[in-house]
């Protein structure tokens, strides 16, 4: 274990248990989700280039500026190695950027993985709510609400066939949906604290490792 993570004392995982996240550090909202994963006793590797993504049981793709971070997929050459991931079975979350990246059409010109088959709307705020935070009621996640912060965040227009929605906003925008491996928000549960999100994550990833326990609300993860 890197000297970088610690045991939380509500972790998910079993003690056994030798789960390898990445998360993809090309530009963005990584160290949060990294410090997050810490938190719950999960190690956590950079994804930088395509050897990094070799041997992970899970990637995240974070927040930041798609456009940016799919150029750099692309340059880097990495973009058919975590399309092929993704289509074979890996585990993968994308939070704000990254859930555009994760969508199969966000009606202009950039590179997408189009993993998951979601019409993205970037930008979907107007200027005066161009970040803001709220609480949300998420099923999956128990009964306490889920505060979101959304920057500059996409909303989701359209869920394709199987394509679940696990959040939406007052009005009904979706902003969170998920299938099978993969699982798309529109907010930053990174930088709130409440760990639940990631764990709901972790539970995607099998192999008989995982204990299927959330952490009690309010149990000191801050
Ligand atoms: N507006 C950014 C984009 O379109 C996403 C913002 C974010 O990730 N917080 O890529």
Redesign the pocket.
Same mark, same amino acid.
């Given at each position: 274990m890197s000297v970088d993570v610690f045991p939380a004392p509500h972790s998910v995982l079993s003690p056994q248990s030798s789960v390898l996240i990445g998360v993809l550090a090309l530009q #963005?909202?990584f160290i949060e989700h990294r410090q997050m994963l810490a938190r719950l006793g999960v190690e956590s590797r950079e994804v930088r280039q395509r050897k990094h993504l070799d041997g992970i049981d899970g990637l995240i793709i %974070? #927040? #930041?500026?798609?456009?940016t971070i799919g150029k750099l997929l692309d340059t880097l050459e990495m973009t058919e190695a975590v399309r092929g991931l993704g289509r074979d079975g890996l585990p993968i979350w994308g939070?704000?950027? #990254?859930m &555009?990246l994760l969508a199969n059409d966000v009606g202009r010109p950039q590179t997408i993985l189009g993993l998951l088959d979601i019409v993205v709307r970037?930008?979907a705020f107007g200027s005066q709510l161009d970040s803001f935070e709220t609480d949300l009621a998420i099923p999956a996640l128990g009964d306490a609400p889920f505060r979101a912060v959304f &920057?500059?965040? %996409?909303l989701i227009e359209r869920l394709g066939p199987g394509v679940v929605q696990l959040a939406t906003l007052e009005d009904g925008t979706i902003v969170a949906a998920e299938r099978d491996n993969l699982l798309a928000t529109s907010f930053?549960p990174e930088l709130t604290g409440d760990p639940r999100f990631h764990e709901y994550f972790l539970r995607k990833i099998g192999g008989g490792t995982l204990v299927a326990v959330a952490a009690p609300s309010g149990s000191g993860v801050a």
């Open positions: #963005g909202a %974070p #927040g #930041g500026e798609s456009t939070t704000c950027a #990254g &555009i970037r930008n &920057i500059r965040a %996409p930053h």
